[in-house]
């Protein structure tokens, strides 16, 4: 079955970095397209970024541009969010996900910005 595994939130000052993964299994990760979501308190959740199955090109939320990578590792099933000059108004529960027969979403991870 679909697994999702996000780590690498915490706590970060206005300005910091973090770098978010997302361990994949049970599907064929490397022949589908990845993504990143948030959520933010009282907020419906929206995209981030994606990323193609092979890494050549990816898209991000006009709010992100700029300060946020996403990339990916075929080999170990991973997909990363590399989150810099971060923003109090980045804080949310960040998901990743993917779209098979439905969409599949990860537990979420919270980060935090904050002073």
């Known amino acids: 079955q679909v697994q999702l595994v996000e780590s690498g939130g915490g706590l970060v000052q206005p300005g910091g970095s973090l770098r978010l993964s997302c361990a994949a299994s049970?599907?064929?990760?490397?022949?589908?397209?990845m993504s990143w979501y948030r959520q933010a308190p009282g907020k419906v959740r929206e995209p981030v970024a994606v990323?193609?199955?092979?890494?050549?090109?990816?898209m991000y939320a006009d709010s992100v541009k700029g300060r946020f990578t996403i990339s990916r590792d075929n080999a170990k099933s991973t997909v990363y969010l590399q989150m810099n000059s971060l923003k109090p108004e980045d804080t949310a529960v960040y998901y990743c996900?993917?779209?098979?027969?439905?969409?599949?979403w990860g537990q979420g991870t919270q980060v935090t910005v904050s002073s």
């Open positions: 049970g599907f064929t990760f490397s022949s589908t397209a």
């Open positions: 996900n993917v779209q098979r027969s439905r969409d599949y």
């Open positions: 990323i193609t199955s092979a890494g050549d090109s990816t």
